[in-house]
């Protein structure tokens, strides 16, 4: 039998059990010093973040006997993946401790079953570390603390290269917002009803050294960043019901979900919800739960129709200083069509079909879309309506309206370079397949006629 070295004794003595239930002690080592993360594997029994008293089961996760951190569970009784930072550690053995935290803990909630998948470090040189040992650690607003509300599902972050090196800018997915944006307006203007902000940028030189942090403050203002770093890590404290953030706060509950690297060439940051289809079902089952979900639901009242009912468009362009809309148009459910191929055009609709149009912007001019880039709106349907019953797309250019004391100027044609993608939520909130993909480009003018895409 093979002697064993005292700290792989240690290792062996501080392992519990796997997928313990609330409690699980883990010891593990590390070769050298480096960045390190862990994949916490857990499920809640019996429950389910949009039922008021079973919501999720909260664990306190501590490293080397000091808090780190906790985690939501938020995925119900269902095995998932949670992927946290644990920070820079040494090199040798260390433990993590993950505990059921009764006073964050639904009252109704089960059992939570915890295990740990794997821990990984990264270390000076290797990819992305540099990224990886500044992503920002986020402590809870205080009015959502035990609230099951806003919470950070996942971050993510973005690369470019600079005159001076490089910066990494990091963005956050929340479950929804509770103040700021109304509901229908979010998902007029921006396809979900998500919170995605930008919270943290930095830029450093070759050598790794820090030039330069800014974050998102309240009121939308990036300021440069002078707080507090544990590590290289920033702390920032969510402080604004539109999760804004700031550089100091009192609460001291706080999430680290380890961020991903993600590609934003041509897509929306929505782009990252698809990614995580089950974004969409937390955000839309904390709506119903928070009463944010009405039948037929009419705009400017800060409810919407339940999200299955929408559909979903992405699409890229220059809106320069006008502004757009979308409109979809379907059949009754149920109407099969013999498409005309003779057409010039290609397929087209029947003369005699009669399509009902909704517009993304419900009839109100704030609810139109005015920004440059990749965009999302998402537009409710009649009752009914499938996936199979939407016929057609169309885009629509207007005048911006003014602010006041501006001047009027000559407004630029929309330019539309893209659609990317057209869906609908499925049963179970998670996104379907599209059913449109189209590139351009066409120009649309304001006042002019719409471009329209017949889909067969």
Known sequence: MPVLVPALLALLAWQGPFAVQDRLVRGFMIDKEGEVFASVRARCAGCDWGEPGR???????????????????VHGDADADYRILLGHLAKGLHRLVIDRDPALTASGAGPATIDVDSFDTYFPGSIDYAALTM???????????????????????????TPRGRQYRYSAIFSNEDGGTETDRLMATWGRT????????????????????????????????????????????????NNMVSESGTTRIRYAPAPVKFDLT?????????????????????????????????????????????????????????????SIGSVASGVRLQPDLTAASGVRLQPDLQLTWTPSDRGLRQYRIARDGCFRAATPLP???????????????????????????????????????????????????????????????????????RIP
């Not at 999720?56 to 985690?71: E, K």
């Not at 992503?135 to 290269?161: K, Q």
């Not at 902000?197 to 030189?205: A, Q």
């Open 55 to 73: 919501e999720s089961a909260a664990l306190r996760v501590s490293v080397d006997g000091s808090y780190s951190q906790h985690i939501q569970l």
């Open 194 to 241: 998500t919170d995605i902000e930008f919270v943290y940028g930095v830029e450093v030189d070759e050598a790794g050294r820090i030039l330069a942090e800014e974050f998102q403050g309240p009121g939308h203002e990036v300021p440069p960043f002078t707080g507090q770093h544990e590590g290289r890590h920033p702390l920032l404290w969510v402080s604004t019901d």
């Open 383 to 453: 009752a009914g309506t499938r996936v199979s019953d939407i016929r057609a797309l169309r885009v629509q250019a207007f005048e911006r309206p003014l602010a006041e004391g501006a001047a009027p100027a000559a407004l630029d044609p929309v330019r539309l370079t893209r659609i990317n993608r057209v869906f609908m939520l499925d049963e179970h909130f998670l996104p379907g397949p599209s059913i449109l993909k189209w590139e351009g480009p066409v120009t649309i003018r304001a006042g002019g006629d719409p471009f329209e895409v």
């Open 266 to 326: 041509d897509v929306s940051r929505e782009a990252v919800m698809d990614a995580n289809p089950w974004t969409y079902a937390i955000a839309s089952v904390e709506m119903r739960r928070e009463g944010k979900i009405v039948d037929d639901a009419p705009p400017g009242h800060n409810a919407i129709s339940d999200p299955r009912r929408f559909v979903y468009v992405e699409a890229c362009g220059q809106v320069g200083n006008a502004a757009l809309a979308l």
């Open 135 to 161: 992503a920002p650690i986020l402590y809870a607003r205080e009015n959502t603390v035990g609230r099951f509300t806003d919470l950070p599902l996942l971050m993510w972050y973005e690369t470019a290269l």
